[in-house]
């Protein structure tokens, strides 16, 4: 979906070092989220942000940080990347204002595909 | 614990033959019922909302049933085209905010 960006689209690190992850969002939406995708495992929660003042730690936070620059904008950090965290990670957008044509919906991103090696 | 189940299996039907998918869940009590599909490097993408009190949904060639006594959603596609051909998830949300668990996914192959 053109309206949530990621960046970058790949990436490949060594271990220990630190990466940050982008998301930007053109769609309005309060509701930021980070989440994880491996093979068989389906999506798994990292973070999440309700509005710029609310962060809130999902299922698999250790070894990541985030940060809620602004409305449209939503980081990842891995702050010494290890070889596990190699995986597709996916930035998505919710509104909780009730303008949403179906309430509930999450947009995701593109998509970043991270390799630690 | 939470669990969500979706069969990990692809599954592989002919064109116009109609493909169903299954998402059962256990220890949990979902207010509504998602179903994404996502295509291979992409997002996943929305497609329908069921709601606990809800027992049918349809869109076009689409239609979601969700049976909260068995824990249990079905993901029909009708006349099934090799367009359809694409991982399906399906997202379990809670009452409170709007926080989605996901399942695995199964893919699904349309041979023409």
């Known amino acids: 979906d053109a309206d949530v960006t990621q960046t970058p689209r790949n990436r490949i690190t060594k271990t220990g070092k630190r990466i940050m992850l982008e998301c930007s969002q053109t769609k309005g939406h309060d509701r930021m989220y980070w989440y994880r995708q491996d093979p068989g495992l389906g999506l798994r929660l990292i973070y999440y942000s309700f509005d710029v003042k609310d962060i809130n730690k999902g299922e698999i936070s250790d070894g990541y940080s985030v940060s809620r620059q602004a409305q449209a904008k939503f980081s990842l950090s891995l702050e010494s990347a290890i070889p596990n965290q190699t995986a597709l990670y996916f930035c998505?957008?919710?509104?909780?204002?009730?303008?949403?044509?179906?309430?509930?919906?999450?947009?995701f991103g593109p998509g970043t595909r991270l390799t630690v090696l | 614990s939470q669990k969500i189940e979706q069969n990990s299996e692809a599954l592989n039907i002919q064109e116009g033959k109609t493909a169903t998918l299954t998402c059962n869940y256990t220890n949990y009590s979902p207010a509504y019922l998602q179903w994404y599909r996502q295509d291979p490097g992409r997002g996943p993408v929305f497609l329908l909302l069921?709601?606990?009190?809800?027992k049918e949904k349809r869109k076009e060639r689409l239609k979601v049933t969700f049976d909260t006594t068995l824990k249990q959603s079905l993901f029909h596609i009708t006349a099934s085209q090799p367009a359809d051909s694409a991982t399906y998830l399906c997202a379990l949300g809670r009452r409170a905010g709007n926080m989605l668990t996901f399942g695995g996914g199964t893919r699904l192959m349309v041979k023409p």
């Open positions: 069921i709601r606990e009190n809800e």
């Open positions: 998505a957008t919710s509104d909780s204002s009730g303008r949403d044509v179906i309430p509930d919906t999450q947009y």
